[in-house]
């Protein structure tokens, strides 16, 4: 048989997808409200993406009480770099929304589009991997972590105790994890 090639959902993912399969068993209230979610996180995924590219091209929003404003804004100001990967190894990385170094102060800025209350812990991990990749020890710069969502700034100093737990946690659970795949290829 000749199967068709769809090229053009490649790399795509339906919203009624056969990997997400619980949607069968949802009624259509429990569906309407997938779907509000879904669109959340698609705009979400489209305002970071504007986002970059504003503090990319250094174009600064207009001042008031919008997160978006403030964030790219914060970011132009400060001089941050978009998007910026940070690694440790390939079972450790993740993307920093912005990122910045400069006189022995470190700075990490996180967009939250949604609602839903966050934590300063997805912060702390970036800043785990920046002091892992780049060799320095939480306990010698400063750390200045924000987040910005719901319209307000949310501005954290970071606890070099904590963030030094968080840099044994991924140095034990990555050589954990690769003991494992030594494991599991044997």
């Known amino acids: ?3 068709n090639t769809h090229s053009r959902l490649i790399g795509q993912h339906a919203i009624l997808s056969a990997s997400k399969y619980h949607w069968t068993n ?15 996180a698609r705009r979400g995924t489209e305002l970071h993406a ?14 008031g009480g919008k997160s978006l ?28 929304d912005t ?3 400069r006189k022995n ?27 892992l990749e780049y060799r320095f020890n939480p306990f010698d710069i400063e750390i200045e972590l924000r987040i910005y969502q719901s319209d307000e700034v949310r501005v954290y100093v970071g606890d070099p105790d904590i963030i030094h737990h968080i840099m044994d946690r991924i140095v034990v659970f990555d050589k954990r994890i690769e003991a494992l795949k030594q494991e599991s290829a044997l």
């Open 50 to 63: 504007f986002a970059h590219e504003a503090i990319r091209l250094g174009i600064k929003l207009p001042r």
């Open 26 to 40: 949802y009624d259509e209230d429990k569906l309407d409200r997938m779907y509000i979610s879904w669109l959340a």
């Open 69 to 96: 404003n403030a964030y790219v804004n914060d970011a132009i100001g400060y001089r941050m770099s978009s998007e910026q990967i940070l690694y440790y190894s390939d079972n450790c990385f993740g993307t920093a």
């Open 105 to 131: 102060c470190l700075r990490i800025h996180d967009l939250k589009t949604g609602v839903t209350p966050t934590s300063e812990r997805q912060l702390e991990v970036y800043a785990g991997l920046f002091c």
């Open 1 to 3: 048989m000749l199967f």
């Open 99 to 101: 990122i910045s170094f």
